[in-house]
């Protein structure tokens, strides 16, 4: 199983989906376009005897990760409107542990270091998936670059693909302005402007930044340990800015943990 097969095997399902609930079908013509494209090498491999070029090491690290940002996009076509009764299960499970427990209130009155630590932890998730590619190929493993990508897509994908059925928003969307740190402080503005822009506002279920970060600390660890070590600690504060800084609930973040354990143990 490889990365491109893991990207084929999510357009075409989210294609189905799109042509089969009449709800979706805003999200119909631009799937059937990603499908096409994604079938096409397999298609010109297949009439050429399968022979064809191999991808450079910049494109191994490139190529994909423009994949994971098509395939989070095409995911937010399919919000339709918010499941409000399962958003409150959603908060309950937080306030009960969160809220009740002091945690967030704690995390509101941090000292400035801290809650910039967790909003700069946030924003690295962009780089890191790359990077984690990245630093396989300049490490000596470009070899293992394939099952990163494929460990990596395979957990973001499964995440992204619960949005036709789990229809959330973020709680920083419908929680009172106070739930969040202060929008004054620069990593937050940051974080905000990069959601209200390139986000597809919705919330996913599984959490996305959590099952990418741990899969691609997973990944990496499996090759290179004292790296995959390092981006292990990345990956952690991530899932935890998620839920602390309300970009997304408790259940997201645990979930997308435990998917990319399971993506990492599957491939």
Known sequence: ??????ALVYV??????????????RARWPLL???AVAWAPRVVAALSDGSGTSLSPALHVALPALVLLIGYWLSGLFFVRPDVRTE???????????VRSGVLAWFRRAPRGVTEYFELSYLLVYLMIPAGAA???????????????????????A????????????????????AGTSPS??????????????????????????AGAVAAALAVGSTMPIAGAGLMVLAISIAAASVLGRYHYLVDAVLGVAVAIAAWLVV
């Open 88 to 98: 409150r299960r959603l908060q309950a499970i937080d306030d009960a542990v969160l």
């Open 135 to 157: 630093m396989l190929a300049l490490g000596g493993h470009p070899d293992r670059i394939a099952g990163y990508w494929t460990i990596v897509l395979l957990a973001e994908f």
């Open 185 to 210: 402080r620069l990593m937050r503005r940051l974080n905000l402007g990069v959601a209200s822009r390139a986000s597809i506002q919705a919330n996913t279920v599984p959490s996305g930044h959590a």
């Open 12 to 25: 075409s399902y989210l294609a189905a989906v799109a042509l089969a609930w009449r709800e979706f079908a």
């Open 159 to 178: 995440s992204y693909g619960m949005l036709p059925w789990i229809q959330t928003r973020p709680p920083r969307a419908i929680e009172a302005a106070s």
């Open 1 to 6: 199983m490889g990365w491109d097969l893991v």
């Open 33 to 35: 376009v990603a499908t």
